[in-house]
């Protein structure tokens, strides 16, 4: 993601516009970003995720909350199995999710959150 697009993002969303929150670090929320997307996400549970193409994903969910049912049928962590599984034929262990660092746990979601949108 070029600099300049960067910068605007952040001023953007320097402030969590769920909770008017500007901390990032210990715990209490991030900013990440790569070549690829832009990350912002809040200990509130905001978390918006911007791709490079334009497309913008807004989550209710985080990762304190792998437990939680994210739609009627699955949690956050049976998602994570079986979005794995469809569609790259292995499998994820609770093991491996829960060793899982919280940006790379995000980006896995995010990862697979873009896979479906495709
Ligand atoms: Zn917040």
Redesign the pocket.
């Given at each position: 993601m070029k600099a300049m697009k960067v910068i605007e993002l952040n001023n953007k969303y320097a402030i969590?516009p769920?909770?008017?929150?500007d901390k990032v670090g210990n715990g209490e929320?991030g900013i990440y970003n790569d070549e690829y997307k832009y990350i912002r996400y809040?200990?509130?549970g905001?978390k918006i995720t911007i791709f490079e193409n334009g497309i913008e994903l807004e989550e209710k969910t985080n990762i304190s909350q792998l437990d939680k049912k994210v739609n009627q049928e699955e949690t956050l962590r049976d998602f994570i199995k079986n979005s794995y599984k469809d569609f790259y034929e292995d499998e994820l262990t609770d093991e491996y999710i829960d060793r899982l660092a919280e940006v790379k746990l995000t980006e896995l979601v995010d990862h697979l959150d873009y896979l479906w949108t495709k």
């Open positions: 969590c769920k909770c008017g929150s929320g809040c200990k509130c905001y």
